[in-house]
């Protein structure tokens, strides 16, 4: 089983950039599909960006140009670097793995979940 722990986040003014980073311990040695994830208050999970095992990536259209998900194998981590950032952003940001496929428009897919970290973005 892996446990992961989101960091980074806090708060910034629009147009700014933040990057936040996933790290996973346990049983790191098998692979697994990644995400990131963001949910508001009361709103259902929604999808940001998704690593696949052969290294492909996904992202939502909404941080399409914006956003890029990273990882570094040796050190365990995933990152979400974060640029032009607007208030819309603003989220609870959760870093999620699954062993079986999984895709980013399905969050049920992913069974392992970070506590979630938060992102803050002010006019």
């Known amino acids: 089983q892996v446990q992961l722990v989101e960091s980074g986040g806090g708060s910034v003014q629009s147009g700014g950039s933040l990057s936040l980073s996933c790290a996973a311990s346990?049983?790191?040695?098998?692979?697994?599909?990644m995400g990131w994830f963001r949910q508001a208050p009361g709103q259902e999970r929604e999808g940001v960006a998704a690593l696949d095992l052969d290294g492909s990536t996904s992202y939502a259209s909404s941080v399409k140009g914006r956003f890029t998900i990273s990882q570094d194998s040796a050190k365990n981590k995933l990152y979400l670097q974060m640029n032009d950032l607007k208030p819309s952003d603003t989220d609870m940001y959760y870093c999620a793995a699954a062993r079986d496929y999984a895709e980013l428009e399905h969050p049920d897919e992913y069974n392992l979940w970070g506590p979630g970290n938060q992102v803050s973005v002010s006019l």
């Open positions: 346990g049983d790191t040695s098998t692979s697994y599909y």
